[in-house]
């Protein structure tokens, strides 16, 4: 069963940044979903991206850097953000779970036709 009150933000992190850690912040912080449900657990998941270039660092090494960096965060916050790492689709995941929400940005035209594209696929493949 899908938990409303959990979400995946999937990336390279290669490397984590500033922009991630409040991106992680703002899924536990806005409302989402129709019923206005605030995400309870982010899960970070270091994902692959066969159209990007070969990473820098290795998963455990992207691991350790996030572990670290999430200590910047307020510690209610960094409680309920977790790492993980996944070769597979994102929806998989998602199901394996439990995951209701993919939450993912858009920097810019192009970007945002990809992740709609993406979120249709998703859909079909849930269904």
Not at 2 to 30: C, M, N, W
Not at 56 to 73: D, G, T
């Amino acid at each position: 069963m899908l938990s409303p009150y959990k979400a995946v933000r999937p990336g390279s992190f290669d490397l984590i940044h500033l922009g991630h850690l409040e991106q992680a912040y703002e899924d536990l912080t806005i409302p989402s979903g129709q019923k206005g449900d605030t995400i309870k657990q982010v899960t970070l998941l270091i994902s692959g991206n066969p159209s990007k270039n070969k990473a820098n660092f290795y998963v455990p090494e992207k691991k350790s850097v996030i572990h670290n960096a999430l200590h910047s965060l307020p510690e209610d916050i960094r409680n309920n953000i977790s790492v993980d790492s996944y070769t597979g689709l994102i929806v998989d995941y998602c199901q394996k779970y439990g995951i209701k929400y993919i939450c993912k940005s858009a920097r810019n035209k192009i970007d945002m036709m990809e992740e709609e594209a993406q979120s249709h696929y998703n859909s079909l493949i849930d269904a």
